[in-house]
C-alpha cells in the first residue's frame, strides 16, 4: 500500500468528482426548466470548449505566460480550416496531430 | 431486433468516442508512470482510475500523495478541479428528459471534458440518444483505465511526443469548437470565453479559470441575445 491512507484519498475524491456531475443531471434533467435558463444553458457548451482550448493553445509555462507563436497556436490555423472545411472530426484531429508532429521537430 | 438495436447503439458509440481512446492512451499512459514512481502499485492506480476518472485531478493527486499532503487537501484540491463538471452536467441534462434515476446515475459516472464535447455535438445534430451517449462515456472509462494501468507496468519506454499524439485533444477540441459555432452569438460568445479564460488562468492558478470564463462569456452571451431580443431584431442578425 502506497499510502496507509490510500482508500480514503481515492474513496474521498471519487466522492468530490462524482457529486458535481451527478447533482445536475439527476435534478434538472427530471424538471421544467424556466426558458431563460435554457438559453443561457444553451451557451455553455460553446463557451466551455472555448475556455479549455485557449489557454491550452496560447499559454504555456509554470508560472504561465501568454504565448501568442508557439506550435500549438500556429498548428491550430489549419487543424481550424480543415475542421470547418471537412466538418470531420476523425480527419481534423489526424491532420492536427500530423501537422503538430512536423512543426514540433524543428521547432519546440 | 431489440438485440440489434442496442448493438447498432453501442457500435454508433464506439465510433464516436475513438478519438478520445486514442487522446487517452499516452494520457493514461503518463499518468501511470508517475504513479508507479510515487509508490503506487498499477492495480492501485487502475482502481483510483475506476473510481474518479477525471485525468487532471489524479495527475495532481499523485504529485499530491508523493509530496505527503493531508487527505483533506487532496479531497478539496479534487473537488475545485473537477467542479466544471457542474456546467457539463447542466447543459447535457437537457437531453435527458425522461430518463431513469439510475440511469442518470450511472451516466453522471462517465462526464469528462471529452465525452461532454462529443456528446453534446451529437446531440445537438439530433442523431443521439441517451445510449451511444452512455456508450461513449463507458468506452472512454475503459480506455483511461487501462491505460493508467499499462503506464503503471512500463510506459517509460513509449517515446514521448510520437506522431504528434499529444495534439490530438487540442485538435479534437478546435474542431468540436467549430461544429458548435452556429452563429454570431455562439463566436462571440467563445471569443468573450476564450479571452476571459487566458486571463484568468495568468492570474489565478489551478483551472478556476474554466468555470469562470465559462460562467462569464455565457452570461455576456446571453445579455446579448436578451438586448438583442428587447431591440425586436431578428434572431441570428448579428
Known amino acids: ?108 | 431486433m431489440e438485440k440489434d438495436l442496442r448493438y447498432d447503439t453501442i457500435r454508433e458509440g464506439v465510433r464516436a468516442a475513438w478519438p478520445i481512446c486514442m487522446a487517452y492512451f499516452p494520457l493514461g499512459m503518463a499518468l501511470g508512470v508517475l504513479a508507479q514512481k510515487a509508490g503506487f502499485s498499477p492495480a492501485e492506480i487502475g482502481m483510483m482510475s475506476i473510481l474518479v476518472f477525471a485525468g487532471s485531478s489524479q495527475f495532481v493527486a499523485v504529485s499530491m500523495i508523493s509530496g505527503g499532503a493531508e487527505v483533506l487537501a487532496i479531497a478539496v484540491t479534487t473537488f475545485m478541479i473537477n467542479l466544471r463538471h457542474v456546467l457539463m452536467s447542466s447543459s447535457l441534462s437537457v437531453f435527458f428528459k425522461g430518463a431513469s434515476p439510475a440511469f442518470l446515475s450511472l451516466f453522471a459516472y462517465g462526464v469528462t471534458d471529452e465525452s461532454f464535447a462529443i456528446n453534446i455535438m451529437k446531440f445537438r445534430k439530433g442523431t443521439w440518444d441517451r445510449w451511444n451517449a452512455l456508450a461513449v462515456n463507458q468506452c472512454t472509462n475503459a480506455a483511461w483505465v487501462v491505460s493508467t494501468i499499462i503506464g503503471a507496468y512500463g510506459g517509460q519506454f513509449i517515446p514521448v511526443g510520437f506522431l504528434g499524439i499529444d495534439y490530438a485533444l487540442s485538435a479534437m477540441f478546435i474542431s468540436l469548437l467549430m461544429l458548435q459555432l452556429r452563429g454570431g452569438l455562439y463566436v462571440l460568445t467563445a471569443l468573450i470565453s476564450g479571452v476571459v479564460s487566458i486571463g484568468v488562468s495568468l492570474i489565478l492558478p489551478g483551472n478556476a479559470y474554466v468555470i469562470i470564463a465559462s460562467l462569464v462569456g455565457a452570461t455576456m452571451g446571453f445579455g446579448f441575445l436578451k438586448a438583442r431580443q428587447r431591440k425586436g431584431l431578428q434572431r441570428g442578425a448579428f
Do not use: C, N
Open chain 1, 1 to 108: 500500500m502506497v499510502h496507509s491512507d490510500y482508500l480514503l484519498i481515492v474513496g474521498g475524491m471519487a466522492l468530490v468528482t462524482y457529486v458535481p456531475r451527478w447533482l445536475p443531471l439527476f435534478f434538472l434533467a427530471q424538471q421544467r426548466l424556466p426558458q431563460w435558463f435554457v438559453e443561457w444553458l444553451d451557451l455553455i457548451p460553446v463557451a466551455i470548449l472555448s475556455a479549455l482550448i485557449f489557454p491550452d493553445l496560447f499559454v504555456r509555462g509554470d508560472p504561465r505566460a501568454l504565448v501568442l507563436l508557439q506550435p500549438k497556436s500556429v498548428v491550430a490555423v489549419p487543424t481550424l480550416l480543415f475542421a470547418l472545411k471537412t466538418r470531420s472530426l476523425g480527419g481534423t484531429i489526424l491532420v492536427g496531430m500530423l501537422l503538430y508532429w512536423i512543426t514540433t521537430r524543428w521547432w519546440t
